[in-house]
């Protein structure tokens, strides 16, 4: 909606569901305005993160620990005026903007994202909002200011990590658990709000144009979808070419870093210190990473990843369609630390041979090669494919596997006379011959090129909400291979070219397996696929007399790395809840709760449930687990599925926090219901 931020949860759920169709002055963004915006970061690919401030200053110590990094201030409960002294420390006469663009660019970097402001508050920028800055340093500086010049010199893309937590500005909320004698009077978060605004205001006008905004901090209870999609809209209506990542919003599902269904999704996801499993067609995304095992300068971390393992992952990540952002931790001197200067110069080696196979490529078009990786790129109608082979072939045979297309030239990008290497057809797989020797240690480049887009071995996909059903379930069968015909079979048996051509979705009476394969002239050109659909009974539903809307709940505290056999302990406090709540909490960690009632089915058929949470939990139906997301871990949710007779059935969900974040949501779905919180109305106990 135009300049206007969503006044109900509905309607917000409405927009951001439409949150492909991204704002841009109150006209809906075009998929191609869309594409056309992200295009310069889709092909950047590699791009440096720099987390610095006032916490380099303790260098990762504090009273004799030594595993901090930049949230030194909450996490060794520095006191304010206390951490407020680092301010006359900081003073980083050795900070030199163009050495670190430098660094940057010749490791093959883009852009450079950095700390505008932390979570601690400190603004690495001149701002007129606060004194809590550079400019109130010995150093007297504006940092951003300087860097952004060096990046626009070297034609790097510039851009801000802007933490929307904030444990120094008093309208800020909540205050940190350790921080209660720090009066929340007169608070006021919507002020806070319109601060933070303020100071974005500067980061986008006083620095020329910047390509995206990170933000980070989201995930305290204060900040909500509807805050979020506000500043989204805020920051592109300063400059509406900034790209902005997913933690705008408030729907971030834990460090795997991708919106949860529904969620306003920003413009990219943010997997952090993870690759994800498999590339995600039609999701922007970047993974990022320290290289040792602290964001913020640690003097003591010297757990550093090998350039190998980190030029592996530039490789892993960008063949399947993600962008990587690599984190350096500068001293409180402004230098960055050496064992970070090696890995970026010796990733830049390998960039400056390789990099054609990194920059503005797109993911593989295989599911998997034993060997490496790949990364590919049009040329013209043809297509070339970037084969990183991490374990060269002992017997110099780099097998190809599942490619229908004719082979074009193949070299060694390593190669400068390009001289072309024999490729030959053994049935479904393209062989290359290699030389005994690698070009390089860590991964080597092979170039192939193939006539037209990629016609690769991949069977088509059996698509159902559930893979169980009570009477009948349809069954969708899909593949985008050009010029293939689909056949199936529902006996278990191989699809041979006389089987069955896929036409609409199949409707399945019966438990059933079935199999789907392609075919071109009468020849196999894919692998079969197969899933099993069982018929199952529905659990029969419970007969209940005396009911009352709500839950019963108990309370527990204690020190827990996995849910405990609740019955075996003694509840601090019993009651009832209208939902699964924590407002009987008495302690900010180490409790846990066991909520029981009954789930009202509206009719017979198949349920998902969900539960999302930080730290562990677990629900049942009856005697059944059907959710176990059980263990220490950031919000992270897990699904189940049963099927279900219509009327009562007993639920009971069990939760416990140790330390840190905590949080517990419960959803479920059906064929009919879209995914959704659990509604009291559905949800009784036996008076
Ligand atoms: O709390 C921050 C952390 O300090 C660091 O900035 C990372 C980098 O993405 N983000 C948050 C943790 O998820």
Not at 308 to 322: E, H, P, T, Y
Not at 465 to 494: H, K, M, Q
């Amino acid at each position: 909606m135009k300049g206007q931020c969503i006044t109900s949860k509905a309607f917000l759920l409405i927009i951001l569901s439409l949150s492909i169709a991204k704002f841009a002055f109150g006209q809906p963004e075009t998929p191609a305005e869309h594409d056309a915006r992200m295009q310069w970061w889709r092909e950047a690919r590699f791009g440096l993160f720099i987390h610095w401030g006032l916490y380099a200053i303790p260098a990762g110590e504090w009273n004799g620990k030594m595993n901090y990094g930049e949230w030194i201030r909450t996490s060794a409960q520095i006191p304010l005026e206390e951490y407020d002294k680092f301010l006359q420390q900081f003073n980083p006469t050795k900070f030199n903007a163009e050495e670190w663009v430098r660094l940057a660019k010749e490791a093959g970097m883009k852009y450079i994202v950095i700390t505008s402001k932390h979570h601690d508050g400190f603004c690495l920028f001149d701002s007129k909002h606060t004194d809590f800055d550079v400019m109130s340093t010995p150093f007297k500086r504006d940092i951003m200011k300087e860097l952004s010049e060096a990046c626009r010199r070297a034609s790097l893309k510039m851009c801000w990590y802007h933490s929307i937590m904030d444990w120094h500005h008093p309208d800020y909320l909540p205050r940190r658990e350790w921080e209660q004698s720090r009066s929340t009077a007169g608070a006021d978060f919507d002020r806070y709000v319109r601060h933070m605004k303020a100071q974005l205001q500067e980061l986008l006008t006083n620095y020329g144009k910047i390509g995206v905004l990170w933000f980070d901090g989201e995930w305290e209870s204060t900040w909500n979808p509807q805050y979020g999609c506000d500043l989204y809209e805020y920051v592109r209506r300063l400059q509406s070419d900034v790209i902005i990542n997913n933690r705008v919003g408030a729907g971030r599902a834990g460090m795997e870093g991708f919106a949860k269904e529904g969620e306003f999704a920003g413009d990219f996801g943010t997997p952090e210190q993870q690759i994800p499993p498999t590339g995600l067609p039609g999701v922007d995304w970047e993974t990022c990473m320290t290289m040792n095992d602290h964001w913020g300068y640690n003097k003591r971390d010297q757990n550093w990843k090998s350039t190998k393992a980190l030029i592996q992952m530039l490789a892993d990540i960008a063949s399947k369609g993600g962008n990587f952002l690599l984190n350096v931790g500068p001293t409180a001197e402004g230098l960055f630390p050496p064992a970070s200067i090696e890995r970026l110069r010796e990733i830049g080696q390998w960039m400056k041979v390789n990099g054609e196979a990194v920059d503005a490529t797109h993911a593989s078009p295989f599911r998997k090669l034993d060997w490496g990786r790949c990364t590919q790129k049009a040329v013209g109608n043809d297509t070339r494919l970037y084969l990183h082979v991490f374990n060269w072939p002992a017997d110099g045979k780099l097998n190809v596997s599942g490619i229908f297309n004719q082979a074009g030239q193949a070299y060694l990008l390593a190669d400068r006379q390009r001289n072309l290497l024999p490729v030959n057809r053994e049935e479904d797989a393209l062989v290359v011959s290699l030389p005994g020797q690698a070009p390089d240690s860590c991964n080597s480049v092979v170039v192939l090129d193939i006539a037209g887009k990629p016609d690769i071995n991949d069977p088509p996909k059996i698509v159902s909400e559930f893979d169980v059903f009570v009477e009948t379930v349809e069954v969708a069968i899909v593949s985008d291979r050009d010029n293939a015909e689909i056949r199936y079979t529902l006996d278990g048996s191989v699809p041979s070219a006389s089987s069955a051509l896929v036409k609409g979705t199949i409707r399945l009476t019966e438990t059933t397996v079935v199999s789907t394969r392609s075919f071109r002239n009468g020849k196999a050109v894919s692998d079969t696929a197969q899933a099993k659909f069982t018929k199952v009974k529905p659990r029969s539903a419970e007969k209940v007399d005396k009911l009352k809307q709500g839950v019963k709940y108990a309370y527990y505290e204690g020190d827990w790395d996995r849910l405990p056999d609740f019955k075996t302990l003694k509840p601090v406090k019993e009651g009832i809840l209208r939902n699964f709540d924590f407002s009987p909490r008495q302690e900010v960690e180490r409790f846990g709760f066991e909520y029981a009632g009954f789930f009202r089915v509206p009719e017979t058929g198949v349920y998902a449930f969900f539960t999302d949470s930080d730290d562990g939990s677990r629900l049942y139906i009856g005697d059944t687990l059907v959710v176990d997301n059980d263990g220490l871990h950031a919000m992270h949710e897990e699904r189940g599925v049963i099927a279900l007779a219509a009327g009562l059935h007993p639920i009971r969900v069990t939760f416990f926090e140790k330390s840190g974040g905590d949080d517990l949501k419960v959803y479920y779905k059906s064929l009919k219901q879209e995914k959704q919180p659990i509604p009291e109305a559905m949800l009784f106990y036996e008076k």
